[in-house]
């Protein structure tokens, strides 16, 4: 009677789904809202957060996520301590990893305070100082002002803004989300002129040569949220 009866139960777990792999995204500590909302020490919300599941979901899998300073990003994808990181392009970070396909539209924008006269280009702003948040790459800046480009380095947009709104700088740079978030929460004195775009992106994720999803993998979930509306309800949440 034990042996049927344990027979039957190991028949009984067989006959349980299996439960889905896990897959863990890197999303760096200096971003912030409505790129990432943090909570203590997790991620708790945003787009890094909604891309995150809805990706892992495509992919038949389960989302987390790894919290990690801008500058152990590159080695924590090389190693494989995470799979993938998205919301990149590959002109912005540097390392030995795939690239997927591009996905998630992204505008850089550069916001200039209304008490000094709005810049028609971006050469207008050569040898002004921008604020610019630690680590970040701007590679259209850099090739339009070369020597001209004068970053004021903080560690978040937030910060950058935050002197902007108290007339420390005259101009900074940040992505068009940040900038509709801050406007649409008006918890920032903000009085700027109407932002030049810097360049218009579409961000892809870069995926770790020995994680545990491939770069293929990873395109068929990103094409499944493109046919089913989940990249265009995220963008069009945070805008």
């Given amino acids: 009677m034990l042996r049927t009866s344990s027979f039957l139960f190991v028949l009984a777990l067989g006959a349980l789904p299996a439960r889905a792999a896990d897959m863990t995204f890197l999303v760096d500590t200096g971003t912030e809202m409505p790129m990432a909302r943090f909570t203590g020490w997790e991620l708790s919300g945003g787009i890094h957060y909604d891309v995150g599941h809805a990706l892992a979901k495509a992919m038949g899998r389960n989302a987390n996520f790894m919290i990690r300073p801008r500058q152990r990003i590159v080695s924590a994808l090389e190693k494989g301590s995470a799979d993938v990181i998205c919301g990149y392009t590959p002109q912005w970070l540097s390392g030995r990893f795939d690239w997927s396909q591009p996905f998630l539209p992204t505008v850089e924008v550069l916001l200039t305070s209304a008490a000094v ?8 702003v050569s040898g002004q ?9 701007h ?11 004068l970053r004021d380095d903080g560690p978040t947009a937030e910060a950058s803004l935050r002197k902007l709104a108290v007339g420390r700088m005259r101009h900074a740079v940040t992505i068009e989300y940040i900038y509709h978030y801050r406007m649409k929460q008006r918890d920032l004195p903000l009085a700027v002129h109407e932002p030049l775009v810097v360049k218009r992106y579409v961000t892809q994720c870069a995926v770790s040569p020995k994680g545990s999803v491939t770069v293929g993998e990873v395109n068929a979930g990103i094409a499944q949220m493109v046919s089913n509306g989940a990249v265009t309800a995220i963008v069009a949440k945070y805008r």
């Fill in 139 to 149: 590679p259209e800046l850099e090739r339009v002002l070369g020597d001209g480009f």
């Fill in 117 to 124: 006269e709005r810049p028609r280009k971006l050469s207008d």
């Fill in 129 to 137: 100082v921008i604020g610019t948040v630690l680590g970040y790459k």
